[in-house]
């Protein structure tokens, strides 16, 4: 292992992020939309990337020089000889996401939907729980109002319990 798991996500993170990030600013700041289509194809394939990384991480990390080929990735992606970005997204990547489209679609609404679900029902329980909060403050309130407790030591082992009267 040359550079183990450590080393390379210093590495993946400058590579990966740092350079391709500021590349992107400097192609918006150019206003070249060549450069631009070119940075935004790179962010998008990095991600689907880092989707089967979380997969790759967990399944085949034990292979010999896995994370030199996870850097090597990340650059391989950027680089203007490889353009490997370029590639998978025209190749591989487009076609897919054209293919399924639709469905991806109706997948992310119905997401949306059952999670704006969840935390409405998630804040009507804390409306709920906090409408009933002064009886429950009030049962505890009496609770310890009661009579106070007396205490007594237990013959055989000398230790002091609570009791109730």
Known sequence: ML????????????LGYGWPAYQSYKAINLKNS???RQWLIYWIVLAFYFLAQWVGD????????YYEAKV??????????????????SNYLSPMLRAHEAAI?????DSKTRALDYINSQIQR????ASTSSSTFDVVKSFTEQTPATQRRHPRQGSVHVHRE
């Open 58 to 65: 967990s399944l085949v990390f034990w292979l010999p020089l």
């Open 126 to 129: 804390v409306k709920d729980l």
């Open 3 to 14: 550079l183990g798991q450590s080393t390379s996500q210093i590495a993946i993170i400058l």
């Open 105 to 109: 679609d109706r997948g992310l609404v």
């Open 34 to 36: 060549q450069l631009e």
């Open 72 to 89: 090597a990735t990340v650059v391989m992606l950027w680089h203007p000889r490889v353009k490997g970005a370029e590639y998978l997204f």
